[in-house]
């Protein structure tokens, strides 16, 4: 782009500011703020009735104590006046959480939600009698980094924005503000922050949970699960990044609050041609226009879309078939799958899980919990009811299962075969250019789909959100297909077990015979290795 078309945008944006801050209703609002700051320095009387009017009113807190950093103005420091919008946004946060209620806010770039929400949990924090808040991103970073980029940092930044006869008494920033906590030492009301992961939030209780970008977190099913047993009000803000978790709670039913760019009174329709000819279009979509099926580019499987979705329970009158990926230190992924009279493969449930070794996953096929009872979560434990009496079925999994370890001195595929459960496979399946027909040809022709949840919010996730990587050539991101490798995410183990699942079903037909362990007996002989 243009230095000069740059030039004119900048200063256009500059005047559109100054046009804002010369306007009468913000001239009476920030004089209205000098008048009670001029009070406030003047007596004690006059901060007893501000404390009083801010414990009262979190948008007089903000509006007139509070302040926000813009590094796209020359200006910096402003004054945190709110704009209707996101007055409205404060009052339905502030809802849900005396509430107890449960939203997702849906947000273009750049309109400040992030800043508003840490602003008012901070405002909880001064003036309820009771806030524990538990805030958290996909990135430690993002969460607690020092600086105002990050979660914490922002409430730093307005803690110390604040005169220091409104914060709590025997506050001491060195004592009360720790690494990813911020504790009153008056009424013992926390704010802590916690990093993306599948045990997010687990274990204690909390006023509100707080899941920024909710849409780039690889666990945000299972965080936002966990997060239920925590606390009654679990809030996530994000703009889109595909259709993954966060688009499907979007349209779960969930209080939905939309901040668009139009909303906001210096965005206008040249800011936005200037921010399209910035961007890519997928970005565009992404970022700018809230949109979650344009944002997505580069899949892998598009041919999922033909999949027919309907009530597909287990049904013993047809053969049970199930596909594995097996994790070390990620995820392990399964799937079930039924194959009817006509031909047709039914996908009827799936489960996934991080960081357990492969025993953990035995009850979820044979339906017999250990005798130690694993920890297995309430979610696990349904899993496994909902199997138990299934037959253990004919299975498919990863090739690599002969190598990789999760039980000391034993290969995945002894674990497993010491309870009766034998995984086929073939070492040609390890290539995936192979998995990739095989899979797109079962989707083109002959898959069902069982309309679960957990189908849902796991394979169909998973399918939708697998992508090839990207590369910058030319200051351009391009699709990188060409050697038929996706990036490795978390979508990766439920596309890998799809993808053995499909093989491993094409072998069977191929065949003709029913296969119980082995295509070939001499194929394989089982490994014992030391450590992990």
């Known amino acids: 782009m243009a230095e000069d078309i740059i030039l004119l945008e900048h200063e256009r944006r500059e005047s559109l500011l100054k046009s804002y801050q010369e306007s009468d209703v913000y001239k009476k609002?920030?004089?209205?703020?000098?008048?009670?700051?001029?009070?406030?320095?003047?007596?004690?009387?006059?901060?007893?009735?501000?404390?009083?009017?801010?414990?009262?009113?979190?948008?007089?807190?903000?509006?007139?104590?509070?302040?926000?950093?813009?590094?796209?103005?020359?200006?910096?420091?402003?004054?945190?006046?709110?704009?209707?919008?996101?007055?409205?946004?404060?009052?339905?946060?502030?809802?849900?959480?005396?509430?107890?209620?449960?939203?997702?806010?849906?947000?273009?770039?750049?309109?400040?939600?992030?800043?508003?929400?840490?602003?008012?949990?901070?405002?909880?924090?001064?003036?309820?009698?009771?806030?524990?808040?538990?805030?958290g991103s996909y990135k430690e970073a993002k969460v607690d980094n020092k600086t105002k980029d990050s979660l914490m940092g922002m409430l730093d930044y307005q803690i110390r924005g604040l005169p220091k006869w409104m914060l709590p008494r025997k506050f001491v920033f060195k004592n009360h503000r720790l690494s990813m906590k911020l504790v009153n030492p008056e009424s013992q009301n926390i704010i802590e922050g916690d990093t993306m992961n599948a045990e997010f939030s687990r274990g204690s209780r909390k006023t509100c949970v707080f899941l920024d970008e909710g849409a780039f977190w690889e666990y945000f099913q299972d965080a936002w699960d966990s997060a239920g047993d925590t606390t009654n009000c679990r809030i996530t803000v994000s703009t889109p990044k595909g259709y993954n978790a966060f688009a499907m709670l979007r349209d779960s039913g969930i209080d939905v609050m939309t901040m668009h760019w139009k909303m906001h009174p210096l965005k206008d329709e040249n800011w936005y041609e200037y921010e399209k000819a910035r961007r890519s279009d997928d970005t565009v979509a992404q970022e700018l226009d809230i949109s979650y099926q344009k944002s997505q580019r580069g899949r892998v499987y598009p041919?999922?879309?033909?999949?027919?979705?309907?009530?597909?329970?287990?049904?013993?009158?047809?053969?049970?078939?199930?596909?594995?990926?097996?994790?070390?230190?990620?995820?392990?992924?399964?799937?079930?799958?039924?194959?009817?009279?006509?031909?047709?493969?039914?996908?009827?449930?799936?489960?996934?899980?991080?960081?357990?070794?492969?025993?953990?996953?035995?009850?979820?096929?044979?339906?017999?919990?250990?005798?130690?009872?694993?920890?297995?979560?309430?979610?696990?434990?349904?899993?496994?009811?909902?199997?138990?009496?299934?037959?253990?079925?004919?299975?498919?999994?990863?090739?690599?299962?002969?190598f990789q370890n999760q039980v000391v001195n034993f290969t995945v595929l002894d674990v497993l075969k010491s309870h009766g459960i034998h995984v086929n496979f073939k070492d040609h399946w390890k290539h995936f250019s192979e998995r990739i027909e095989t899979s797109k040809l079962l989707m083109r022709d002959n898959l069902l789909i069982n309309n679960s949840d957990r189908v849902k919010k796991g394979l169909h996730i998973a399918m939708i959100n697998s992508k090839y990587p990207e590369l910058q050539r030319g200051g351009l991101a391009i699709v990188n297909s060409k050697d038929l490798k996706p990036q490795h995410d978390s979508n990766s183990h439920f596309r890998s077990s799809f993808e053995y699942l499909a093989l491993g079903l094409s072998e069977y037909e191929s065949n003709k015979v029913k296969i119980y362990d082995k295509f070939k007996s001499d194929r394989f002989v089982a490994r014992r290795t030391t450590g992990y």
Not at 306 to 329: I, R, T
Not at 379 to 390: A, C, E, N, P, Y
Request: charged share 25%; proline share 5%.
């Open 29 to 135: 609002m920030l004089l209205d703020r000098l008048k009670i700051a001029d009070a406030c320095n003047r007596s004690d009387e006059s901060k007893v009735y501000a404390i009083a009017a801010c414990r009262a009113d979190p948008i007089f807190f903000i509006n007139n104590f509070c302040w926000t950093p813009n590094d796209k103005y020359k200006q910096y420091h402003f004054p945190f006046i709110l704009y209707p919008f996101q007055e409205d946004y404060i009052n339905w946060l502030n809802k849900h959480i005396d509430d107890g209620k449960d939203g997702l806010v849906e947000k273009s770039r750049e309109m400040g939600v992030t800043w508003l929400t840490l602003t008012l949990f901070l405002w909880k924090w001064l003036f309820s009698d009771n806030f524990n808040c538990l805030i």
């Open 303 to 402: 041919e999922w879309d033909l999949a027919q979705w309907g009530d597909y329970p287990y049904d013993p009158e047809y053969p049970l078939f199930v596909g594995w990926d097996f994790g070390k230190s990620d995820d392990t992924a399964i799937i079930w799958a039924l194959k009817d009279y006509e031909g047709k493969v039914r996908i009827i449930d799936c489960y996934s899980n991080t960081g357990k070794t492969i025993d953990f996953y035995v009850p979820f096929i044979t339906g017999i919990l250990p005798s130690d009872g694993y920890n297995y979560t309430d979610r696990d434990l349904q899993v496994i009811m909902d199997h138990k009496g299934w037959p253990k079925g004919t299975h498919f999994g990863d090739p690599a299962g002969r």
